[in-house]
């Protein structure tokens, strides 16, 4: 989280908080944010949309019956923290929970769902825009957060991509010459209106070679040309960029033409002509296997009123969006991986299934199709939890088993994230202030003791203090203040986690089988594939990680059960001391388990 750039921001008790939501939708919509401050593209109209498909195909025998709860039990939490729901229902929020929740068949719960979405569908992007706009004059940032989240969910359904949205904001607020000056709520809603629900019509141009100069007739359906001499475009701006795509080009001579692409920003417009490309691609390889076909990474954009044009780069895929090691430090982590997997305490079949998992994650991280790579990490995290492979009761088996691992050392995650942010924030002084805690080994521990203790109550006013106008951060600072300050509050913040995690296992199971069994295309493929690969991940890391200090005979499923027993023991010592606040003696009893 880096400070932001306040050149043409006067602050006042409004733009503080028109300044915290343009900083959220920075970090919300950043590829490389810690997973938990990325975006869960899904609000409580979205949830109802998928509750009713689901219904759907549980109805036609595309999936089990049971299939649709953990949908509901989501939908039911999203619809309890939602203002917008709480302001459209005609009742209260807690009687149409109550209700949903005693619905007796899956006939009454699919009446309810569809009631409410009959309620939310053409009202609810308004309706948030309205509640956001009251928030940020009233100064409540707990409901911004909310509803900025779900402004963004509802915007990217709609068919604008993140990274129009996310580059716009930038521009808008920090980087732009227009608006000259931000000092009022009118910039806010000038900023809205950047995302008229209109599409517009949009000509893709992609680079290719002379293999695919001969590509004719794909498809009635998509206005597609090829050409040879360089398109003649009279935009109103064009940068150097754009000459230099369009000009000669020894490895892509040609010109690949998509038109009347309907879409609502260039970014969107690139990707669903790439679509295309793609498919072309597979009928290629069908009949040739040992060629590959290439095209540009980039692609010239521009509307059909030659107002808006540029060169696009393929946006980073849902695969890739994880942090990489430096080339420095890369042989080093490698030796580490290295002396985890071959340690000779790991039993042989144990081995293979690392390995073969190893081999997974490097299939879809080389993919460029979704679907792939979704297949594939999916496919590792079933080597690794394959004790009992088959069965009723599979996925559940699976989401017991990885639950914990993603909750493993939760606290110390999201201090290591602060600490980071911290770091960078261009404050000295907040720095010393970390570095002055006493009792902690750390600088994790320091700064969980600087959140949590009563002790360093001043010491944590300093440090907002510190951080001047760095909103977002400070709000994190103090979100987390109160997410882990006593036993309860951190049992609830653990069990929170637990069940996001357990819903996007859900989610991703059945995207995985209707991929596998009936082919259909996934809604948000991209987020399940960038959760299933952080979940993977963070696996994999304890399993290096726990095999490298054993001594002794050891196998994957007995670091399983270890950690499984370790989850259990954590949430058994924070339930028997609900009512403790963190000191400096028990911060690591409660917080960590130890």
């Known amino acids: 989280m880096l400070p932001p750039v306040l050149t043409k921001w006067k602050i006042n008790k409004v733009t503080e908080n028109i300044l915290f939501f343009a900083q959220m ?24 949309e998928e509750a009713l498909q689901i219904i759907a195909r549980i109805e036609s025998g595309k999936l ?52 409410l979405n009959n309620i939310l569908k053409g009202n609810y992007l308004d309706k948030t825009r309205q509640l956001l706009k009251e928030n940020i004059v009233f100064n409540d940032k707990g409901k911004i957060a909310l509803l900025t989240r779900n402004l963004l969910a509802e915007l990217i359904d709609t068919g604008f991509s993140p990274e129009f949205i996310f580059f716009e904001a930038k521009n808008y607020f920090f980087e732009g010459k227009s608006p000259k000056v931000i000092d009022g709520i009118e910039v806010l809603d000038d900023f809205l209106k950047l995302f008229s629900p209109r599409k517009k019509n949009w000509t893709a141009v992609f680079r290719i070679g002379r293999d695919l100069k001969r590509i004719r007739n794909f498809s009635p359906d998509v206005n597609m040309s090829i050409r040879s001499e360089k398109p003649l475009i009279d935009l109103a701006e064009k940068s150097e960029n754009v000459d230099l795509f369009l000009s000669k080009n020894v490895k892509f001579p040609n010109y690949l033409v998509f038109e009347n692409i309907d879409a609502f920003d260039p970014f969107s417009a690139r990707h669903l002509a790439e679509r295309y490309l793609w498919i072309i691609d597979s009928f290629a390889r069908y009949h040739v296997h ?45 030796a580490e991986t290295a002396g985890g997997v071959f340690n000779d305490s790991l039993e042989r079949d144990s ?18 199709v979704p679907e792939s790579q979704l297949l594939e990490l999916w496919s590792a995290v079933e080597v690794l939890f394959s004790t009992n492979p088959t069965g009723p009761g599979k996925i559940s088996r699976i989401t017991e088993a990885l639950s914990p691992y993603a909750t493993k050392g939760y606290a110390a995650k999201q201090a290591a994230d602060l600490v980071k942010s911290i770091r960078i924030s261009n404050s000295n002084e907040a720095m010393n202030i970390l ?36 909103v977002l951060l400070k709000h994190r600072i103090q979100s987390l203040m109160q997410s882990f300050s006593t036993a309860d509050a951190t049992l609830n913040a653990i069990n929170s986690h637990r069940k996001k995690v ?43 990680d726990e ?34 606040r963190c000191t400096k003696e028990n911060f690591k009893r409660l917080l960590f388990g130890t």
């Not at 938990?36 to 609000?43: A, P």
């Not at 309890?80 to 009687?95: C, F, H, M, V």
């Not at 059909?304 to 990489?324: F, H, I, Q, T, W």
């Open 25 to 48: 939708v920075e970090e919300l919509l950043f590829n490389f944010s810690p997973d938990e401050y990325k975006l869960q593209t899904l609000n409580t109209r979205i949830l109802c």
């Open 64 to 115: 089990s019956e049971g299939d649709y709860k953990p949908v509901i039990e989501e939908l039911i939490a999203s619809i309890y923290n939602d203002p917008t729901a709480g302001d459209l229902l005609p009742g209260t929020k807690s009687e149409f929970i109550g209700s949903l929740e005693a619905s007796a068949s899956i006939h009454d719960v699919k009446a309810k769902v569809t009631f």
């Open 290 to 334: 040992r060629k590959h076909f290439e095209w540009s990474s980039a692609a010239f954009i521009h509307d059909a009123e030659n107002s808006v044009g540029g060169v696009y780069g393929k946006p980073v895929p849902g695969v890739l969006k994880r942090p990489d090691q430096g080339p420095g430090s890369l042989f080093k982590f490698m």
């Open 351 to 368: 081995r293979q299934r690392l390995f073969r998992a190893f081999q997974r994650h490097n299939m879809a991280a080389n993919s460029s």
């Open 435 to 470: 570095d002055s805690v006493e009792y902690g080994h750390n600088p994790i521990e320091r700064c969980l003791l600087l959140l949590t203790t009563e002790d360093n109550g001043e010491k944590r006013k300093k440090l907002l203090f510190a951080l001047g106008n760095h």
């Open 502 to 544: 357990a819903w996007q296992i859900q989610r991703i199971y059945q995207a995985r089988k209707l991929i596998v069994h009936t082919g259909e295309s996934v809604p948000d493929i991209h987020l399940l594939v960038e959760n299933l690969h952080s979940f993977l991940d963070r696996v994999m890391d304890v399993l290096v």
């Open 547 to 580: 095999i490298s200090r054993k001594r002794g005979a050891i196998t994957i499923d007995d670091i399983h059960l270890d950690v499984t027993l370790k989850s259990q023991e954590h949430l058994k010592i924070l339930k028997e001391n609900l009512d403790r």
